[in-house]
C-alpha cells in the first residue's frame, strides 16, 4: 500500500551575525572623586595592615629577644651562685687542710662560716672512711649518697632529688691518714626562686639537663596550662647542640598550635648544665594581638571618618568644577567669557577661584594670540611670494648665464647682447646695454665695469632702480658682468692659443729637418713636410710603417746614455745611422 505522505524541507533561516556595539559610560569627575575619596579611605587600612605586619613583626622579634635575654641571664645568675658556694668551699677546705695536722677538726670556725653562708642549708665534713666529722645544717641526702656521688668524680656540683651539693675534697696529709671530703647542699627551691625573679609574671617554664641527657630541674610560673618538660630525645639534643652555636639560639617545637612552644636555651658556665625556656605559642599570639587592638581599632574609625566626609564634600566640590566646565563649553561654543555665579565667588575653594580667572585670563591671550597668529600669517604668506619670486628670478638669470657660459655657437658679442637683454627683461628694467663707455651727464642711469687683470672691457650701463631694489639689481648684473668678463677673457685666450699654433705649424712646416711626433700608444700625432718626403709616409700612415722604414734602411747606433732595453723605442735618446751614407741619420728622443 503505498503511503500517501510526501517529504519536504523546510528551509532555515540564514545566520545573521549581530554586533553589539559595547556602550561606553562616560566618566565623570563626580565618579573620578568618589573613587579617589574611596582610595583615600581604603589607605590607611592599606597602611594599617602594613603596620600591623610591621609591629606584628617587630613584637615578635622584641619577645624572642626577651625571652634570650632572660635565658641567659638566669644562667649567669646560676653560675654566679654555684662560684660563690665553690669558692666558699675552697676557703672552708683550705682552713680545714691547715688545721688538719693538728689532728683537730676547727668546728667552731667552721659553725661560724656556714653561718656566713646562707645559700646552703646543710654543711658536712665526711672522711674517707665514711665519718661525718662535721655536721651543719639538715639534709635530705645519705651520707652514703654524696660519697658514691663525688667518690672519683672531678665534678663538684652533684643534683639530687631536692637539693644541688657542691663537693670540695680536702686532700690528705702526711702526719694524718685519713681525706675529708667538704660538701654544701642547697635546696633547688633557691634555684625556682632565682628563675621567677628572672621571668617576672611572664609565663615561662624552666628545665635543666646535663651533658648526659639527664634531667636536672623542671618548674613553670604563671602558666595555667603546665607545661610539660622536653623529652631528652637524641632529637632534641641535636636541636639544642645546634641552637647552642647559633646566633639567636631560639627554635619552635613542632607540635600544634595549641600545644606547641617556643625554647631558648643557654649553658650554665663552669658547668655542664643547660638551661632552657620555653613558653606557649598561644601566649605570645595574646601579646601580639594585644598590642594591635588599640592602633586597629582608631585607624579603621578614622578611614570610616574619612570617607564620610569626603563623600560629603565631593557633592560640594562637583558643583563648583560644573561651574568651570560650563565657562569651558561657553567659550568653546561662540568664544565667549562666562562669569561664575556669586555662590561660587562666595563659597567655591580658593584654588578653583584662581582658576576661573586663570581661565578668563587665558580665554583672553588665546583671543590675542589668534589675532596675532592670522596677523603673522599674513606677513608669512607675503614673505613666501616674496621669496618664490626671487628664486624664479635667480633661476631665469641662471638659465641666462648658462647660455652665455656654454660653448658659444654665435660671436661673443652676439651671445653677450643676447644675454644682456634676457637680464633686462629678468630685472625689469627700461635700459640695460654693455657698451665700451658709459653716457657721461645722465642722472638717470648708472653703470657696472667689466674688468679683467689686464684692464676693464667695458661697461654695463643700466637704469637706475628704485631703492628698494637697488641691492638686489647690482648684485644680479655684478654676476652678469663676471661672466661677460670670463667670456671674454676665454676669447682672447683662444685667439692666441691659435695665433700660437699657427706660428708653431709654420715653423716645423717650412724646417729642413724632418719631425715626427709619436704617441705613447704608437700612434702617428704629427709629421711635418720635410719627415713625409724623407720617411715616404702619408698623413694618414701609422707608427708601424716608420718603424719598418727604420729597420730596413737605417741600423741603430748606442749611445752613452741609450736605454738598458734595446726594445724600447720610446726611450731615448736614440740613434739610427743609415746604412748608405753615414751623415743621414735619424735621432729618436722619449718625453
Known amino acids: ?55 606584628l613583626t617587630h613584637t615578635a622579634a622584641v619577645i624572642d629577644d626577651q625571652q634570650i635575654m632572660r635565658t641567659q641571664q638566669f644562667a649567669r645568675s646560676i653560675s654566679a651562685r654555684f662560684v660563690s658556694i665553690e669558692t666558699f668551699l675552697n676557703t672552708a677546705s683550705d682552713m680545714i687542710s691547715e688545721s688538719i695536722g693538728s689532728k683537730v677538726i676547727p668546728v667552731s670556725r667552721l659553725n661560724k662560716l656556714a653561718e656566713k653562708m646562707p645559700y646552703l642549708t646543710s654543711l658536712k665534713l665526711i672522711s674517707d672512711t665514711g665519718s661525718v666529722d662535721f655536721h ?83 618548674t613553670s610560673l604563671n602558666d595555667s596550662g603546665n607545661v610539660r618538660p622536653q623529652n631528652l630525645s637524641s632529637e632534641f639534643v641535636k636541636i639544642s647542640e645546634q641552637m647552642l ?35 606557649r605559642v598561644t601566649f605570645r599570639d595574646k601579646q601580639l594581638l594585644s598590642s594591635l587592638l588599640t592602633s586597629g581599632v582608631f585607624l579603621v574609625c578614622g578611614a570610616l571618618l574619612a570617607l564620610i566626609v569626603g563623600t560629603f564634600l565631593g557633592f560640594r566640590l562637583t558643583n563648583y568644577v560644573q561651574t568651570l566646565i560650563d565657562q569651558i563649553n561657553a567659550f568653546k561654543k561662540d568664544g565667549s567669557i562666562k562669569k561664575p555665579d556669586r555662590s561660587f ?125 637697488e641691492n638686489r639689481v647690482n648684485t644680479s648684473l655684478q654676476r652678469l658682468a663676471n661672466s661677460i668678463a670670463i667670456v671674454l677673457e676665454n676669447k682672447e685666450m683662444f685667439s692666441s692659443v691659435k695665433a700660437s699654433q699657427s706660428r708653431f705649424n709654420a715653423l716645423l712646416e717650412s724646417m729642413t729637418e724632418g719631425v715626427v711626433l709619436i704617441g705613447k700608444t704608437g700612434s702617428l700625432l704629427y709629421s711635418n713636410k720635410t719627415a713625409r718626403e724623407i720617411l715616404s709616409i702619408a698623413p694618414g700612415d701609422g707608427i708601424a710603417k716608420v718603424e719598418n722604414y727604420i729597420e730596413e734602411h737605417f741600423r741603430k747606433v748606442y749611445l752613452a746614455d741609450s736605454p738598458n732595453n734595446p726594445q724600447d723605442f720610446f726611450a731615448g735618446p736614440t740613434r739610427y745611422v743609415s746604412k748608405v751614407d753615414s751623415d743621414f741619420f735619424i735621432e729618436a728622443s722619449g718625453f
Not at 694524718?176 to 634555684?191: A, F, H, N, V
Not at 639567636?248 to 658547668?271: F, G, H, Y
Open 1 to 55: 500500500m503505498a503511503s500517501n505522505t510526501s517529504n519536504f524541507v523546510v528551509p532555515l533561516p540564514p545566520v545573521v551575525k549581530v554586533e553589539v556595539e559595547e556602550q561606553v559610560v562616560p566618566k565623570d569627575f563626580r565618579g573620578y572623586l568618589t573613587r579617589a575619596l574611596a582610595w583615600t579611605a581604603l589607605m590607611p587600612l592599606f597602611m594599617l595592615a602594613f603596620m600591623h605586619f610591621s609591629q
Open 136 to 218: 651543719h645544717g639538715e639534709s635530705s641526702v645519705s651520707t652514703a649518697e654524696l660519697m658514691s656521688a663525688f667518690a672519683g668524680s672531678e665534678v663538684n656540683v652533684r643534683s639530687f632529688q631536692n637539693e644541688i651539693c657542691f663537693g670540695s675534697r680536702i686532700p690528705e696529709a702526711d702526719s694524718y691518714d685519713r681525706s675529708y671530703l667538704l660538701i654544701g647542699c642547697e635546696p633547688k627551691e633557691d634555684i625556682a626562686a632565682i628563675f621567677e625573679r628572672s621571668v617576672g609574671a611572664e609565663p615561662y617554664s624552666l628545665q635543666i639537663f646535663d651533658s648526659k641527657q639527664k634531667e636536672i630541674f623542671f
Open 245 to 279: 652555636g647559633a646566633p639567636t639560639p631560639l627554635w619552635r617545637t613542632n607540635q600544634k598550635r595549641n600545644d606547641s612552644a617556643v625554647l631558648s636555651i643557654a649553658e650554665i658556665p663552669d658547668t655542664d648544665w643547660r638551661a632552657v625556656f620555653s613558653q
Open 345 to 469: 565667588l562666595a563659597n567655591a575653594p580658593i584654588e578653583l577661584k584662581l582658576l576661573s580667572v586663570q581661565f578668563e585670563k587665558l580665554v583672553r591671550q588665546v583671543q590675542s594670540t589668534q589675532k596675532k597668529l592670522e596677523e603673522s600669517n599674513l606677513d608669512l604668506t607675503h614673505q613666501v611670494n616674496l621669496r618664490t619670486r626671487t628664486l624664479n628670478q635667480r633661476n631665469q638669470e641662471l638659465r641666462a648665464l648658462q647660455f652665455l657660459l656654454a660653448p658659444l655657437q654665435d660671436e661673443p658679442h652676439v651671445v653677450i647682447k643676447r644675454t644682456v637683454e634676457s637680464f633686462r627683461l629678468i630685472l625689469g628694467l627700461n635700459q640695460l646695454d654693455f657698451v665700451d663707455e658709459p653716457e657721461r651727464g645722465r642722472q638717470d642711469l648708472a653703470s657696472l665695469p667689466v674688468k679683467l687683470s689686464t684692464g676693464v672691457l667695458g661697461y654695463l650701463s643700466f637704469e637706475r632702480p628704485d631703492y628698494t631694489q
